[in-house]
T-cell receptor, first 111, second 112 residues
Framework: GEDVEQSLFLSVREGDSSVINCTYTDSSSTYLYWYKQEPGAGLQLLTYIFSNMDMKQDQRLTVLLNKKDKHLSLRIADTQTGDSAIYFCAESTSGTYKYIFGTGTRLKVLA | DTGVSQDPRHKITKRGQNVTFRCDPI?????LYWYRQTLGQGPEFLTYFQNEAQLEKSRLLSDRFSAERPKGSFSTLEIQRTEQGDSAMYLCASRDLGETQYFGPGTRLLVL
């Protein structure tokens, strides 16, 4: 079945770049997403990429997609303490309405 | 506030009781999703509505779970004969034609 996997933790220093990785198993994934969840807050969509793209940049965020290896990454440039949160990778597939989320990566930004 | 709202925010119940949660999506959104999230995990898809039609249900949604969206606006999720394993955060999300799902704050359920 479909599965989305992420490493559990990442710690970086303020001002450095963060790279959060995700692997997925469904080769027919159509869209891949990155969500952010802060304590006590709902999930917020940060960005998404269509499966026929290999890169998308949005201000400090860069998404890279390697469809051959089924690998997605989110790079956050100039990471700030406000970026500390849990980041979820998710995928959707054409022909189904469900979204599959990863287990989340907890990013801790050290001042 | 014009975001997705959920009620109640917290629910404590005893095993065997029935509970019902409500989700009010963003008003012009015709697509509505329910998810369940347990500690340390990502959201797990439960079910999807397009207007009032329930178009997809997860295998996770046992016979004790039922969801409705009778008029294509708000939705309810009912759990009958709750079990301790049902303890989780229940999330609702809505979207329009775009790719962005807007999530509500969730209902945290604790089954004693």
């Amino acid at each position: 079945g479909e599965d989305v996997e992420q490493s559990l933790f990442l710690s970086v220093r303020e001002g450095d770049s963060s790279v959060i990785n995700c692997t997925y198993t469904d080769s027919s994934s159509t869209y891949l997403y990155w969500y952010k969840q802060e304590p006590g807050a709902g999930l917020q969509l940060l960005t998404y990429i269509f499966s026929n793209m290999d890169m998308k940049q949005d201000q400090r965020l860069t998404v890279l997609l390697n469809k051959k290896d089924k690998h997605l990454s989110l790079r956050i440039a100039d990471t700030q303490t406000g970026d500390s949160a849990i980041y979820f990778c998710a995928e959707s597939t054409s022909g189904t309405y469900k979204y599959i989320f990863g287990t989340g990566t907890r990013l801790k930004v050290l001042a | 506030d014009t975001g997705v709202s959920q009620d109640p925010r917290h629910k404590i119940t005893k095993r065997g009781q029935n509970v019902t949660f409500r989700c009010d999506p963003i008003s012009e959104h015709n697509r509505l999703y329910w998810y369940r999230q347990t500690l340390g995990q990502g959201p797990e898809f439960l079910t999807y509505f397009q207007n009032e039609a329930q178009l997809e249900k997860s295998r996770l949604l046992s016979d004790r779970f039922s969801a409705e969206r009778p008029k294509g606006s708000f939705s309810t999720l009912e759990i009958q004969r709750t079990e301790q394993g049902d303890s989780a955060m229940y999330l609702c999300a809505s979207r329009d034609l775009g790719e962005t799902q807007y999530f509500g704050p969730g209902t945290r359920l604790l089954v004693l």
